[in-house]
């Protein structure tokens, strides 16, 4: 499975972003996509997961009610919608596939990770 993450770029704090994650090669069903970010000089954080079917979502606290976690299965893309965004959101963003469920915030539990987007939120 290959993820390629795009749509990072600068934008003003308060201002709105999305960004896109496509997965191509050996794809599977049932499996969980999540993104996850990393601002400079600090660990890899868990932002948002999806399922399968797209009902199931779990956020980061810093993401709930500002994120905006989906997917179209059919074109094996998630999404993350972003907005209301903050300087302290600016970080590489990574998208990831896990093969089994259920949803999870640690990073060791994807397999496949792409190559990461950035976001910078100027104040």
């Known amino acids: 499975v290959q993820l390629q993450a795009f749509g990072g770029g600068l934008v003003q704090a308060g201002g709105s972003l999305r960004l896109s994650c496509a997965a191509s090669?050996?794809?599977?069903?049932?499996?969980?996509m999540g993104w996850f970010r990393q601002a400079p000089g600090k660990e890899r954080e868990f932002v948002a997961a999806v399922g399968w079917s797209g009902s199931s979502t779990h956020y980061a606290d810093s993401a709930k009610g500002r994120f905006t976690i989906s997917r179209d299965r059919a074109k094996n893309t998630v999404y993350l919608q972003m907005n209301s965004l903050k300087p302290e959101d600016t970080a590489v963003y990574y998208c990831?596939?896990?093969?089994?469920?259920?949803?999870?915030?640690?990073?060791?539990?994807?397999?496949?990770w792409g190559q990461g987007t950035l976001v910078t939120v100027s104040s």
């Open positions: 990831a596939a896990r093969k089994s469920v259920p949803l999870t915030t640690s990073g060791t539990g994807y397999e496949y």
């Open positions: 090669g050996r794809t599977f069903s049932g499996n969980v």
